[in-house]
């Protein structure tokens, strides 16, 4: 794949790093994951509770409870709860909104889609990029396999596990890759995108049909695997903020490691490789 | 070169904040654009289809066991129906209810609460999902909406069976009302319960009958049921969506 490039000055090389198949689907990704974390905050604005167990009603008090009450001085104040431990969220959760017009809502305006409480147009958001999320990603992962990327890119072979301790090292000190290692992606790198490809979105998805009163019935039972719906719920929910955090730290190493040369990549699919000498770009 | 590259990078600076703008400013406008809603929506028969082509009508919804039941069957929606009618029939116990199945059948009849408790019955203990996000585990007894249907014998032209029902929704008095299509309607786990948790279905839950239909979302089970109406067609129902939350933008078939 590598197609090396005369370059301009002396030993700079550039290839094309993603192929457009890639490049297509990462966006059509990024769209849909951001639209469902959004539409999804709205969906649980309409019970802000998470529950363990098959039934919300178990006897058991909720994991994680968000809501607003009155203090001592009357004034009302947003409260999240988490494991019996309870939290001042004023502004974030519970009670939010500009001084004046406060609004008891879980999640903050800012975040879900749509802005206001809609629960209705929150679930078409959700369901429609749901389907696009799904196709989106079967696609890409028959794309993977036939266009070998998955074997040839993303599996780690025998010399990157020797150098994870190396990797974890050069991720600490902010350190890029240099020459030929920057046309490949780094263990940990590979790691985490075999995790969010293999592990993080299946089970996203799968909690999604454990909460489908409709498909519980395919094989009656099979949600208590996961502890019953209430359960799936809250490992949902838990799995999309996992991967809000590894969107996070994707963005801060695509900052660090040469935020145009990682964002051209991306869009155009050229990408310059970082000269021996020259360290960051 | 160096301002061919700022250019670039100045177009996809651009991108980025207007992307983000979109995202957060156009998203609200486009939800309340009707042919967007209706591009949103379009899911949903996805969902109905890969559902449906998924579930046969043998397919049973999940059984619990008493040690599962939740210690209050909590209400939602209606609590008590604000009808001089409804409360005279629940101040005599419902001894005068009469429940009406008509429309596209061959044989329309009534029942009292007796004649539905003297058909054959069925018990569950099943979890009752609501679109908000909770679950409740409740044992429901009831007859099953097939007896019924054997009774009063359905046209060939029959699709859907509408449960019009006794609670006024706000105060123009427009009347809760759902629907649902001949694969549930016969289905096993479709009843049309009159007891809870072993007492008498409470005020609270939809006395004397509400419909229970196990493989789709609370909504769907229309509480305090005065009439069945067999049906070819929705849209001259109502809002004409087949439901009274369907007519305020929430999804017709409730799987999900």
């Known amino acids: 794949m590598p197609s090396h490039d005369a370059s301009e000055r002396g030993q700079t090389a550039w290839y094309l790093r993603h192929a457009w198949p890639i490049r297509l689907m990462h966006w059509i990704n990024v769209l849909a994951f951001m639209l469902l974390l959004m539409s999804g905050l709205q969906i649980f604005n309409a019970y802000p509770a998470l529950n363990w167990g098959k039934s919300s009603y178990t006897g058991r008090p909720p994991i994680l409870q968000i809501g607003a009450r009155m203090d001592a001085q009357g004034n009302p104040v947003g409260v999240t709860r988490i494991f019996g431990h309870e939290f001042n969220t004023t502004g974030v959760l519970g009670l939010s909104g500009r001084d004046g017009e406060r609004v008891r809502r879980g999640f903050p305006a800012w975040i879900t889609l749509p802005g206001q409480q809609w629960l209705a147009m929150g679930r078409r958001w959700h369901f429609f990029f749901a389907w696009v999320l799904v196709v989106n990603g079967l696609a890409y992962i028959a794309y993977t396999l036939a266009s070998r990327h998955l074997t040839r890119d993303l599996m780690p072979t025998r010399s990157d596990w020797r150098s994870i301790g190396q990797s974890f090292k050069d991720h600490l000190l902010l350190r890029r890759a240099q020459g030929e290692a920057d046309r490949r992606y780094n263990i940990l790198q590979k790691l985490a995108y075999l995790s969010v490809i293999f592990a993080l979105l299946p089970l996203l998805i799968l909690m999604g049909w454990a909460m489908s009163p409709g498909l519980n019935a395919l094989f009656p039972g099979w949600v208590d695997v996961f502890g019953g719906r209430q359960s799936a719920r809250t490992i949902h929910f838990a799995v999309a903020w996992l991967l809000v955090g590894f969107a996070f730290i994707h963005l801060f190493e695509v900052v660090v490691s040469g935020f145009w040369n990682n964002l051209r990549s991306m869009v155009t699919g050229r990408y310059r490789v970082a000269d021996e000498e020259d360290g960051h770009d | ?256």
């Open chain 2, 1 to 256: 070169m160096t301002s061919q590259k700022n250019s670039r990078r100045r177009f996809l600076q651009r991108v980025l904040v207007s992307g983000g703008a979109l995202l957060l400013s156009g998203c609200d406008q486009l939800s309340r654009s009707e042919w967007f809603a209706k591009l949103l929506g379009s899911a949903e028969r996805l969902s109905f289809a890969a559902q449906r082509l998924l579930l046969t009508r043998k397919a049973m919804a999940q059984e619990f066991t008493e040690a599962d039941l939740s210690p209050d069957f909590r209400s939602n929606g209606t609590s008590n129906p604000d009808n001089p009618e409804y409360q005279a029939l629940a101040a005599g116990r419902f001894a005068d209810y009469r429940l009406q199945v008509g429309g596209l059948v061959a044989r329309p009849r009534t029942y009292s609460l007796d004649d539905l408790k003297a058909l054959p019955s069925r018990t569950q203990i099943t979890r009752h999902d609501c679109v908000e996000g909770w679950s409740a585990i409740g044992k429901w007894k009831g007859v099953q909406l097939s007896r019924v249907l054997e009774q009063v014998e359905p046209h060939a032209s029959a699709r859907y069976v509408v449960f019009h029902c006794a609670d006024p929704m706000d105060v123009s008095g427009e009347r809760y009302y759902e629907s649902i299509d001949l694969e549930d309607a016969w289905h096993a786990q479709t009843l049309l319960a009159y007891e809870l948790n072993d007492v008498p279905l409470p005020i609270k839950n939809g006395a004397p009958v509400r419909v229970r239909v196990e493989r789709q979302l609370g909504y769907k089970m229309a509480k305090y049921i005065m009439r069945i109406e067999l049906v070819d067609r929705l849209d001259h129902i109502a809002g004409g969506e087949g439901g009274y939350w369907e007519d305020r933008g929430y999804e017709w078939y409730a799987g999900i």
